[in-house]
């Protein structure tokens, strides 16, 4: 049974550009939560997806977006890159929105120069 | 308010040792309280979790205490071993239509051989 996985698994851009990383949930999960972890931070919540949209967003700009696809995989697209938005951006997982369980992804790396 | 806060910073401990780290929280709304370890380069992986209505949860070498009252919740890692050197994040969620992690900042554990 495959985990939660993402690509890639390391990105470089420059500021001003847009990336588009991509998640595929654990099997039998429909819910996909986005996390971006800064060097030596805990994660923190940007936005979760489920039924295609979105349910709820943490304190991110707009810049940052998304969308879920009918068979629950998700993309997370940052849009006019900033320095600080190199990070790992984790994807996780659950069986619903309301599951307390989240499984997390191995994460993309983005390096923004 | 939706911190939660995590200490110490870094911890050393001995090869049979017992680690433990703490967590403070204040939003009485959280429900759920996960701990994840992560290894460099990794994502997140659950380790033990704990709903509020108990007090202690055990699995394996793994304990979780957690005191309602005082809004504080702790893991404690007996019979430390080289293996379990990692980064450690306690985290809390509320319920609702769509349930998001807030994670404390982490816990560099090392034990050493």
């Known amino acids: 049974d495959a985990g939660v996985t993402q690509s890639p698994t390391h990105l470089i851009k420059t500021r001003g550009q847009q990336v588009t990383l991509r998640c595929s949930p654990k099997s039998g999960h429909d819910t996909v939560s986005w996390y971006q972890q800064a060097l030596g931070q805990g994660p923190q919540f940007i936005f979760q997806y489920y039924e295609e949209e979105e349910r709820q967003r943490g304190n991110f700009p707009d810049r940052f977006s998304g969308h879920q696809f009918p068979n629950y995989s998700s993309e997370l697209n940052v849009n006019a890159l900033l320095l600080g938005d190199s990070a790992l951006y984790l994807c996780a997982s659950s069986l619903t929105a309301t599951q307390e369980t989240q499984y997390f992804g191995p994460g993309t790396r983005l390096l923004v120069l | 308010q939706q911190q939660v806060k995590q200490s110490p910073q870094s911890l050393i401990v001995q090869k049979g040792g017992i680690s433990i780290i703490n967590c403070a929280y204040e939003n009485t709304a959280f429900d759920y309280f996960p701990w994840y370890q992560q290894f460099p380069g990794k994502g997140p992986a659950l380790l033990i979790a704990?709903?509020?209505?108990?007090s202690e949860k055990k699995e394996g070498r793994f304990t979780i205490s957690f005191n309602k009252s005082a809004k504080q919740f702790s893991l404690h890692i007996m019979d430390s071993q080289p293996g379990d050197s990692a980064t450690y994040f306690c985290?809390?969620?509320?319920?609702?239509?769509?349930?998001?992690?807030?994670f404390g900042s982490g816990t560099q554990l090392t034990v050493l051989p």
């Open positions: 704990i709903r509020p209505d108990v």
């Open positions: 985290a809390a969620s509320t319920g609702g239509s769509a349930r998001q992690l807030t």
